[in-house]
């Protein structure tokens, strides 16, 4: 009588341990590698940027050059350093003092007449209000966020995107819109850049809401559909707790 025996299972060869154990390392290195370095490139940049505001004589290397002199004497050998943060640290300082300045009636006053004189001037005019409004929506304190996480129908029927929900439509666009139907504007991102897309207006009842949050949806879309917020199961949506 003869028993079947299960085959022993393969061995992976030294080569392919040894490339399992660096796609596992990369993996753990390249998010804290990149974010490392886009923190470094950003401080980098915002201490060129505000430097040349800064005298020379207040810098960190002349201050240090300054030290080293009154401790080694004259003759001291110059000292060149390269100090990063510093520039955050004036600027952030500086951006609270001057948003200070301006709630106040001083500040605002003077700002109204500053953007008086802006408004008489074509081309400039239209930079510093396109801007303006770009920053009053980035950087505003309100509830400005997506509401939803949704699903529509795109570009044509049968097609789904993810899509988010902002507010219901209003003004002339609801107007024109003709129906007893609500109206919803939606963003459509693109993938994977989602900071671009499409402003869309539907009826409520063509949008199907997801239970996933607005940051998993965008973790999705930006992914290009490898990160489900769900990774065990992306059938369904994760547990609210």
């Known amino acids: 009588m003869t028993t079947n025996t299960p ?9 392919a341990r040894i490339r399992g154990n660096f796609l596992a390392g ?30 020379r004589g207040y ?8 030290v080293n002199q009154m401790i080694r004497g004259p003759e001291a050998e110059r000292i060149s350093v390269n100090v990063r943060g510093i520039g955050v640290f004036v600027f952030l300082t500086f951006t609270v003092f001057v948003g200070w300045l301006g709630k106040g009636l001083i500040g605002r006053s003077f700002l109204r007449w500053g953007e008086g004189i802006v408004e008489r001037m074509p081309v ?18 309100r509830d ?25 439509a209003k003004g002339e666009i609801r107007t024109k819109i003709h129906g007893d139907k609500e109206i919803v504007t939606v963003f459509l991102p693109t993938t994977p850049n989602p900071t671009s897309g499409f402003l869309l207006f539907l009826p409520r009842d063509e949008v199907i809401e997801l239970d996933m949050t607005v940051e998993d949806a965008a973790k ?17 949506p994760p547990a609210v707790l």
């Open 144 to 168: 400005t966020s997506f509401d939803k996480a949704c699903l529509i129908e795109y570009p044509r029927k049968g097609i789904w995107a993810i899509a988010f929900i902002s507010i219901n």
């Open 59 to 66: 810098q960190p290397e002349e201050l240090v050059n300054w």
């Open 26 to 55: 990369l993996i753990i290195i390249a998010p804290i590698g990149l974010t490392l370095w886009l923190i470094w490139t950003v401080v980098g940049w915002i201490d060129s940027w505000v430097w040349p505001f800064v005298p």
């Open 220 to 236: 999705l879309v930006i992914s290009a559909g490898l990160v489900y917020p769900n990774g065990k199961d992306p059938t369904t």
């Open 124 to 141: 400039v005019r239209s930079i510093y209000s396109g801007v303006k409004q770009i920053a009053e929506t980035v950087f505003s304190q």
């Open 7 to 15: 085959p022993e299972p393969h061995r992976r060869g030294l080569i």
